[in-house]
């Protein structure tokens, strides 16, 4: 935590364009990739933990595609891990509703990665 601090604390003044900054390269492509490929590099567990604080209480409630849904994420997770990630951590409107930026909390670049990454990994087909 301590040595991604500055980037933080210059993301947070812009968030634009900082979404990349601190996150493994997500090289693998989303089509037919395994889960493991596409969040590797990311901390699922505290994915989890952010997901549960502050993601659930719209993606568990049918505001938002809900993780294990596989249908509602294929489409999303085509879109590549950094565009989901960058698109989560600036907010966005689609058809299905309002994304607000990092779920409207307080949460690092990295802490709404994991999250992202923990609803991704449990939303691809096995
Ligand atoms: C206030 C409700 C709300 C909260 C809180 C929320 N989301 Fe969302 N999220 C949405 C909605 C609605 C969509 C679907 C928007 C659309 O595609 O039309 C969405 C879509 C997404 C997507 C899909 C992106 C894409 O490109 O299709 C991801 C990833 C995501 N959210 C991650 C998160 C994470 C991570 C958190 C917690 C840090 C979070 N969301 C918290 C409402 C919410």
Redesign the pocket.
């Known amino acids: 935590m301590k040595k991604i601090l500055p980037a933080v604390a210059l993301c947070s003044a812009f968030f634009i364009g900082c979404g990349g900054a601190e996150q493994p390269a997500a090289e693998a492509p989303a089509e037919g990739g395994a889960a493991s490929e596409l969040v590797s590099g990311y901390d699922l567990a505290n994915g989890q933990e952010?997901?549960e604080a502050?993601?659930g209480?719209?993606?568990d409630n049918n505001?938002?595609?809900k993780p294990g849904d596989v249908k509602a994420w294929e489409?999303?997770i085509a879109?590549g891990m950094d565009?989901?990630?960058k698109?989560?951590i600036e907010g966005?409107?689609?058809?299905?509703?309002?994304?607000?930026a990092?779920?409207?909390?307080e949460?690092t670049d990295d802490?709404?990665a994991n999250?992202?990454a923990y609803?991704?990994n449990e939303s691809v087909a096995r």
């Open positions: 952010v997901y502050n993601c209480s719209c993606h505001l938002g595609p489409d999303r879109q565009t989901i990630v698109k989560s966005f409107s689609g058809p299905d509703g309002m994304m607000p990092r779920g409207g909390a949460l802490e709404v999250a992202v609803m991704v």
